[in-house]
T-cell receptor, first 114, second 111 residues
Framework: DTEVTQTPKHLVMGMTNKKSLKCEQH?????MYWYKQKAKKPPELMFV???????INESVPSRFSPECPNSSLLNLHLHALQPEDSALYLC?????????????FGQGTRLTVV | GESVGLHLPTLSVQEGDNSIINCAYS??????FIWYKQESGKGPQFIID?????DKRQGQRVTVLLNKTVKHLSLQIAATQPGDSAVYFC??????????FGKGITLSVRP
């Protein structure tokens, strides 16, 4: 299994809603990542988890809250988002943090904030 | 500041021709470079990589060339097919291992 699975594929939420994005991998990877990608732009790193601990937060607003319940799962909790947060949210995983360039990406969650 | 960028935003090629996608990087400490392909509605997909101690690496129909002197990276696709139509990103990692993507170029293959 060389897949990174993200759910849901699409999400529409209001600015007062609370929702969560989920990511799962069963490759035994110990590093997992959240990226944000706006249309026609490259992915931008948000968070890095290494061995289930948050190792990098790229100055992401607190309305985005990551969680790594175990080595296979990564969540992104969303609360009080703004319309400009609408984007494709990508999860990725790699063997370890040093192997970030060899990461496998999921298909993303297309988020629309209304 | 440090950046990874591409020279052209779009590239249109005839099916069967070879494609060359170029990328410039500015971080001289970068030691690992990757090309990704992203199709519509999908996440980036690893195509090929190269480390800084090499100047050329070949895969199936793809070749990556690295010129460290001028900080230039290129992706060559032989016999381009309609399925190659996508956005291509170069990316690099340096000593801090943070993966930084370039701006992306759209490859459009004409039948």
């Amino acid at each position: 299994d060389t897949e990174v699975t993200q759910t849901p594929k699409h999400l529409v939420m209001g600015m007062t809603n609370k929702k969560s994005l989920k990511c799962e991998q069963h490759m035994g990877h110990r590093a997992m990542y959240w990226y944000k990608q706006k249309a026609k732009k490259p992915p931008e790193l948000m968070f890095v988890y290494s061995y289930e601990k948050l190792s990098i937060n790229e100055s992401v607003p607190s309305r985005f809250s990551p969680e790594c319940p175990n080595s296979s799962l990564l969540n992104l909790h969303l609360h009080a988002l703004q319309p400009e947060d609408s984007a494709l949210y990508l999860c990725a995983s790699s063997q370890d943090r040093l192997g970030q360039g060899e990461a496998f990406f999921g298909q993303g969650t297309r988020l629309t904030v209304v | 500041g440090e950046s990874v960028g591409l020279h052209l935003p779009t590239l249109s090629v005839q099916e069967g021709d070879n494609s060359i996608i170029n990328c410039a990087y500015s971080n001289s400490a970068s030691d690992y470079f990757i090309w990704y392909k992203q199709e519509s509605g999908k996440g980036p997909q690893f195509i090929i990589d190269i480390r800084s101690n090499m100047d050329k690496r070949q895969g199936q129909r793809v070749t990556v060339l690295l010129n460290k002197t001028v900080k230039h990276l290129s992706l060559q696709i032989a016999a381009t097919q309609p399925g190659d139509s996508a956005v291509y990103f170069c990316a690099e990692t340096g000593a801090n291992s943070k993966l930084t993507f370039g701006k992306g170029i759209t490859l459009s293959v004409r039948p």
